[in-house]
């Protein structure tokens, strides 16, 4: 019999609960874990998903924000919410995605190293079904989660950025990664269409243009060898775009017309955070995406 050993107040369900450290190159870094119920099962392996916080953001706000915690409850899967670094030890952190943002930008701080240690202890120390480790993020979080999609992608399965972009200079993956991007119609910190970032915080990144939201698409679909021509259909605000690709290496974007910088169907990170559309639950879609594309 399996025997797992569990780290304390690891599935407490009030978000400041469940704060773990882990040193990565001499620099504490923290995480949140959200066990689902009888998580606990001897040799039960269950799927993870990471969440990445927003630039300025932390675990307790990307929670709240995404409701992915509800979702993992009853889907049963395991959470986890990793945070970045900034001048506080838990506050305003931001992620090193390439041009954005902040101070984990500006001081080149090893986010994949510290994601890639991270799975390794979460695997370790949780029942983590190896073939279903995923990422998504939003905005500073999302670009990280495209990142991780190139570099991680020996352990990843398929990620998901939300209203994030990518800027042109972007390396070819090594490995095939499933790849589901949601953007707002709406967005004026991330525009769709492209070019200079906007919004509150746009002196975080290093003033790279961005490259269109379709661009996203494109660059996944040809990683994974997928057709170049997608297909597109619309429903009322969302339009749906899809690629044809080799088994277990989809790639799909979602445009959502009236929705601006914010996570679909979720909650404001803050009292001035943009309202998210209601057209769409991005949790809903995400978990379906990823839980219809394991690792082949």
Known sequence: MLVMTWPAGAATASPAGGRQSLVVQGQQ????????????????????????HGGGGDAAIAEKTTGFTAKGQREGFIVVYPEGSGRLANHLLTWNAGHCCGLAMQRGVDDVGFIRALIDKLVA???????????TGMSNGGMMAHR????????????APVVATLFGDEKKPGHPVSALMINGGLDASVPPEGGRPGGRFADAWDDTPALPATAQGRFWAAANGCAATPETRTQGPVQRTSYRCPAGRDVQMLLVADNPHAWPGGVAGSRLGDPPSVSLDATDEIWAFFKAHPKP
């Open 125 to 135: 120390d949780y029942p983590v079904d190896e073939r279903r480790l995923y990422a």
């Open 148 to 159: 991780l999609g190139r570099e991680l992608g020996d352990r990843l399965a398929a990620i």
């Open 29 to 52: 870094r923290h995480y949140v874990v959200r066990l689902p119920p009888g998580a606990r099962a001897p040799g039960e392996r269950l799927p993870l998903v990471l969440v990445l």
